[in-house]
């Protein structure tokens, strides 16, 4: 079942094979075969690389503004991104990316809810069961440049959070 939300961020001309290559060391345990969409900032709609590895894999591909990653809270991103802040304004690329597709798949699913609804109400409300959590499942990982987080609004079982952060953050 199709469940995951692939969250990238990597540098310029980085080419699909070590997008994919990044990609297949965050999914652990999990296979391509759930993968539901894989997200980016807009900034890199037209890199070739990433266009590649999703054509390749019959991927959708999402983009999101830095406005909206900047909604992202920071208690979200394990560890902010010295080149995102540097390059694009925002603390982060693969996490925000990650949460926000994930978020946004549930809102397809469910309608009723809205996505900006759920970020406005992430730092203090508690999901209803109409308003499934966006939830990272695997953190930020870095593999030859390109950064990867996995994201899903189902529970799974599997590759866990990295045990370096204490703290988990849901989007609703």
């Known amino acids: 079942m199709r469940t995951l939300s692939v969250g990238i ?5 980085s080419p699909a094979d070590q997008i994919e290559a990044a990609v297949r060391a965050a999914l ?12 980016s900032v807009d900034s890199k709609a037209h890199e ?9 894999h019959a991927l ?3 983009f999101f503004s830095t406005e909206q990653l900047a909604a992202i809270p920071v208690t979200a991103i394990t560890e902010p991104s010295t080149a995102a802040r540097e390059h694009l304004g925002v603390d982060g690329v693969c996490e925000p990316c990650a949460l926000l597709a994930a978020a946004a798949a549930a809102d397809s699913a469910a309608p009723r809810e809205r996505v900006a609804t759920r970020l406005a109400n992430a730092l203090d409300a508690t999901p209803t069961p109409a308003a499934p959590r966006a939830r990272l499942l ?3 990982t870095i593999h030859a440049g390109v950064t990867v987080a996995i994201a899903s609004t189902r529970a799974h079982t599997g590759r866990q959070p990295a045990p370096h952060t204490s703290q988990e953050q849901d989007l609703p």
């Open 60 to 62: 959708p591909l999402t």
């Open 9 to 13: 961020g990597c540098r310029l001309h």
């Open 28 to 39: 652990g345990a999990h296979g391509f075969d759930e993968i539901l969409t894989v997200a």
């Open 48 to 56: 070739a690389g990433l266009l590649e590895f999703c054509a390749r």
């Open 138 to 140: 695997v953190r930020k």
